[in-house]
Structure formats: structure tokens, C-alpha cells
T-cell receptor, first 110, second 114 residues
Framework: EDQVTQSPEALRLQEGESSSLNCSYT??????LFWYRQDPGKGPEFLFT???AGEEKEKERLKATLTKKESFLHITAPKPEDSATYLC???????????FGIGTKLQVIP | NAGVTQTPKFQVLKTGQSMTLQCAQD?????MYWYRQDPGMGLRLIYY???????DKGEVPNGYNVSRLNKREFSLRLESAAPSQTSVYFC?????????????FGSGTQLSVL
């Protein structure tokens, strides 16, 4: 069964303290790996799509990387406004099936 | 540019009552989706509409029906609500039906069934 597992479930950082979030997946024939950001009371907001191992994408303080088995979301010198839940998702084999992870809840303290 | 708009934002139902969640997008997207989000679980697909005039079941369709009213609007109906349907519901849209197309989400409907 296709699975997407995120760790840690929650992460508390001091402002400026860099860290990484992990997303491991077991999906046959990967056709992309998504990262979304979700603020409390809001819907997820698209961040990145990665398509192949070795690919990297950046947006402000965020950088997403992809290997054959996992993806990392690196957060460099985070600010309080980066506090959110970060979701990882992978399209499954088959039509219109995307498996979402439970997410990592990030809190950045001033 | 509103993006994806869902109504209502909050709803409380009694077991057995019915209701319809409304969703509209103004991005000229072809595909629309309904997801539910529960604590400790990832987003799960209820139903989707790959294009106007078509609808298909997702992972958890039991107890729900949908209508793709036109290209902009996609509604989700609970005919006889059950406590197990207490959840946060999100509507989403994408430009194409490709599974690796990015999704645009609405702000959600928090539904409680007592």
C-alpha cells in the first residue's frame, strides 16, 4: 500500500534555528512529490513539486529536496511567520489518487 | 481574485439531518475535489470531478453525494449525517486532471454532527 510518513509530528524552533522536516514515501512509480503549507483554520497552500531524485527547489527560507525514498524540507533561519503545518503528498499509482501525510506542525518562537 | 470559495465555514447538524456544502472556483480550472481532514489522518479524497459533467468516487465516498453544477461549482451533499462525518471539509481545484497537478484549496468547512 502506498504510504507517506512525515516526521517529526511537531517541531519547536527558536527564531533563526535552522532544521529539516522529513517525508518518507513508499509509492510505486513516483510521479511527483508535493509540499504544502497549512495555517490554522485555512486550507493547504501549494509550495513545491519535486519530480525526480536529486531535484531541489527553493522559496525564501524553504528548500525542498528529493531522494529515491524521502524528501526533506529544510528551513533556514526561520521566522515566527513560518509557523504552520507542513504537508507532504505523493500521487499514487492510478488515477487521481494523491496520498497526503499527517503533517509536521512547526512552531517558531521569537 | 477569490480562488476557491466554500460555504458555510461552520455547521452543526443533528444525526440524520441533511446539508449541502457549496464550492466555487474562479480560476477556470477543469478539475475539482472534495477532501476531508481528521486529526491524526492525512487529507482523504471523498469525490472528484475531472471535468465538467463527470464525477468519480475517491477513497471515502460512503455517505456523500456530489454535483458538478457547471465548470465553476462543485457541491457535496450529506443526505443523512452521522457523527463519523464530523470533520473539516476542503474543496480544491486544479487546472487539469493530471494527478501531479498542484491543488488550490478553499478555506474549509468545519462540520460537527451531534
Amino acid at each position: 500500500e502506498d504510504q507517506v510518513t512525515q516526521s517529526p509530528e511537531a517541531l519547536r524552533l527558536q527564531e533563526g534555528e535552522s532544521s529539516s522536516l522529513n517525508c518518507s514515501y513508499t509509492v510505486s512509480g513516483l510521479r511527483g512529490l508535493f509540499w504544502y503549507r497549512q495555517d490554522p483554520g485555512k486550507g493547504p497552500e501549494f509550495l513545491f513539486t519535486l519530480y525526480s531524485a536529486g531535484e531541489e527547489k527553493e522559496k525564501e527560507r524553504l528548500k525542498a529536496t528529493l531522494t529515491k525514498k524521502e524528501s526533506f524540507l529544510h528551513i533556514t533561519a526561520p521566522k515566527p511567520e513560518d509557523s504552520a503545518t507542513y504537508l507532504c503528498a505523493a500521487p499514487q499509482r492510478g488515477y487521481q489518487k494523491v496520498t497526503f501525510g499527517i503533517g509536521t506542525k512547526l512552531q517558531v518562537i521569537p | 481574485n477569490a480562488g476557491v470559495t466554500q460555504t458555510p465555514k461552520f455547521q452543526v447538524l443533528k444525526t440524520g439531518q441533511s446539508m449541502t456544502l457549496q464550492c466555487a472556483q474562479d480560476m477556470n480550472h477543469n478539475s475539482m475535489y472534495w477532501y476531508r481532514q481528521d486529526p491524526g489522518m492525512g487529507l482523504r479524497l471523498i469525490y472528484y470531478s475531472a471535468s465538467e459533467g463527470t464525477t468519480d468516487k475517491g477513497e471515502v465516498p460512503n455517505g456523500y453525494n456530489v454535483s458538478r453544477l457547471n465548470k465553476r461549482e462543485f457541491s457535496l451533499r450529506l443526505e443523512s449525517a452521522a457523527p463519523s462525518q464530523t470533520s473539516v471539509y476542503f474543496c480544491a481545484s486544479s487546472f487539469s486532471r493530471e494527478v501531479n497537478e498542484k491543488l488550490f484549496f478553499g478555506s474549509g468547512t468545519q462540520l460537527s454532527v451531534l
